[in-house]
């Protein structure tokens, strides 16, 4: 039953590449880049960037770069460097030979500085930040040209020579291109090119006290590396024309740049400020809690490559900005998980069943089918015995109507096992059912009657002397609210009830030995994966992917909202 029709994906892109390449500018070729800032961990909206270039470049047998624009020393850890590098080779891709970073290029950068200097189209301006800020304008005002505009093009070549030297304190000079301080696009006035920052780098160390802003390095850099299209988002648009201007002036191979919209997921938060907000004030226990929208998080929840490059190449690319259902996601997962995931029997909330014509020392082994979708996946052996463990909701004392599982007196299959029939319900002293007492019908060994008799309800089970106990972690989705990051404060509208851990359950005694990372279909309640970091051989945790069903669809209606973007 899908939720979500397949429909011709469109991607105007990849229209673009085909046109050029049918015109043959650039030679035909075809380029990319990725170009992540290695300040954080790579999250759900970066797969689509990273989708949309690795898929051009390799549809038309082209490359693409990953490029670290790691212009600026402030924030960025080797850290990311490296989850960044494991996340992209997760997705499945290959960047080859080019791993390559701006910080590479800041000597390139620098002469690119002073070409543009000598010729008087770059100056060094003594304004501190606030002043420039003043002379900045308004979208409505025109800027002011600083008077340190017109000075010789020896003096800024002179003082540019020492800003690199270390001679100057930060924020006390800054060189500037010198482009239209009246223009409409306030990008275009003036923009600074360099600043001083006396901060090692991660890579270049002390070699530089001046770094380049992103607007200067960026365009440069794609221009280095012969980058034939550079996608970005559409908040770039705005800075095409500069990206233009400098390309331009310098003379140098000139990329297109080409923005997309950026994707935007419903109760989630794309930006890595406020994921990292989220990891120092621990509201997670890190940049790879299964609860967060990052790729090592999704990685540790349970998600596959698969299900993140079949979302985005669903979602497609367009050129005008939206917000996507969540839920598109998880059909995502859900649509891949099916297929691939072995199906067994996880008892969450217990409850015990004695079943009484059974011999007590008895165990016998019955069959269960892997992969109901997958019938290469064969089958394995689970063992039944006179005692075991059923899900607690679904026994009910006094059962509504609709309801088909076990009630005092009704019988249902077990699955892969026999119909037992319920005799007796045992309590504790508050009048808590703690025990079902029951019969079973040998004749029924495999899950039908031989007299034909139906039963309506198939439960799933667990034998509790061979019931492996572990620790299960339900998550649910981190903000309550479809558009956390609209909220004055998107912390208030996270979930309190985002995680749930689960500490006895009772599961197949066959799942002692998964490992780690491998990922199943607990019957009748969800997608799980062995959780990466806290299983211990024999004791695995498990993290809950994603319900069978959208749970969410139904309470979105009831609230008025839509479920489908
Ligand atoms: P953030 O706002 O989270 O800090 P960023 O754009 O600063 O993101 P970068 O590391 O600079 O992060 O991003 C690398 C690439 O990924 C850029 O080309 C950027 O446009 C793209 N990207 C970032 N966020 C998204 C998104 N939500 N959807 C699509 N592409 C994105
Ligand atoms: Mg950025």
Known sequence: MPEIESKPVPNFVRNIVKE???????????????????????????????????????????????????????????????????????????????????????????????????????????????????????????????????????????????????????????????????????????????????????????????????????????????????????????????????????????????????????????????????????????????????????????????????????????????????AQLEYSVRDDLNRHASRVMGVLDPLRVVIENYPEDKVDELQAINNPEDPDAGTRNVPFSRVLYIEKKDFREDPPRKFFRLGPGREVRLRYAYFITCTDVIKDEHGEVVELRCTYDPATRGGSAPDGRKVKGTLHWVSAQHALEAEVRLYDRLFLVPSPAAEDDYLNALNPNSLEILQNCKLESGLRGAEPGSRLQFERQGYFCVDTVDSAPGKPVFNRTVTLRDSWAKIAQTQGQPTKS
């Open 20 to 326: 050029d390449i049918k015109n043959n500018k650039h030679d035909g070729k075809v380029i990319t880049r990725f170009p992540p800032e290695p300040n954080g961990f790579l999250h759900i909206g970066h797969a689509k960037s990273i989708c949309l270039n690795f898929d051009m470049a390799n549809e038309f047998g082209g490359n693409c770069n990953l490029r670290f624009d790691d212009t600026n020393p402030v924030k960025e850890e080797e850290e990311y460097v490296r989850s960044i590098k494991e996340d992209v080779r997760w997705l499945g891709f290959d960047w080859g030979e080019t791993e390559l970073y701006a910080s590479d290029y800041f000597q390139q950068l620098f002469d690119y500085a002073v070409q543009l200097v000598k010729s008087g189209r770059a100056y060094v301006d003594d304004l501190n930040a606030q002043e420039i800020r003043e002379h900045r304008g308004t979208l409505k005002q025109p800027g002011r040209e600083s008077p340190y505009r017109d000075r010789p093009v020896e003096e800024s070549l002179d003082l540019l020579e020492k800003m690199r030297s270390g001679d100057f304190p930060d924020g006390s000079k800054v060189l500037r291109a010198k482009v239209d301080m009246a223009s409409p696009n306030l990008n275009m006035r003036d923009p600074i090119m360099y600043r001083i920052l006396h901060t090692a780098h991660h890579r270049t160390g002390d070699d530089w006290c001046i770094y380049p802003m992103y607007d200067w390095a960026h365009g440069q850099s794609d221009s280095i590396e012969g980058i034939t299209h550079s996608m970005c988002t559409l908040e770039f648009e705005d800075h095409r024309p500069l990206y233009d201007w400098f390309l331009d002036q310098l003379g140098i191979h000139h990329p297109q740049q080409i923005e997309f919209a950026r994707l935007n997921l419903s109760y989630t938060i794309t930006s890595k400020r406020k994921l990292l907000n989220l990891v120092d004030q621990g509201h997670v226990s890190g940049w790879d809690d299964p609860r967060m929208p990052t790729l090592a998080g999704m990685r540790r929840r349970g998600f596959t490559p698969w299900s993140i490059r079949d979302f985005c190449e669903r979602i497609g690319v367009a050129k005008r900005d939206s917000m996507v259902d969540v």
